[in-house]
């Protein structure tokens, strides 16, 4: 009864391991460039990049759009549907987690994460 009982509960420790793998899945989303963003469309990714301040936010019914700038200079216009996070127009840099739309083209994202940068400059 005793092993019985081992192997039941290995068994579902392994389906549970298995279920959080595939779940999870879109929480392990590796940074890409805005050119992998653009040729993996569909498919979950971050993208890091700062936000070009010389053109306009533009907010719309329940969200926003802005354009973003990468590492190589490139530019990518970006949505989100939710409010703008608190520091956004402070920030020197974002992490956008979401999709690219090729239909759309631009990226759609589900998640804004903002770094300012003053928060971390010793004093």
């Known amino acids: 009864m005793k092993q019985r009982n081992i192997v039941v509960f290995f068994v579902g420790l392994i389906l549970l391991g298995i279920s959080v793998f595939f779940v999870s899945g879109d929480m392990l989303t590796p940074y890409v460039s805005f050119q992998e963003a ?32 990468g590492k190589d200079g490139s530019r990518m216009k970006a949505i989100h549907q939710g409010p703008k996070p608190q520091n956004f ?28 940068p003053s928060k971390y400059r010793r004093k």
């Open 89 to 116: 127009d402070q920030t020197e840099q974002v992490v956008l987690l979401g999709r690219y739309s090729r239909n759309d083209g631009v990226f759609v994202a589900d998640s804004i994460l903002v770094k300012c």
């Open 38 to 69: 653009r040729s993996h469309a569909g498919q979950y990714v971050q993208v890091i990049g700062r936000v070009d301040k010389t053109r306009p936010v533009v907010h719309d019914e329940g969200g926003f759009a802005f354009t973003i700038i």
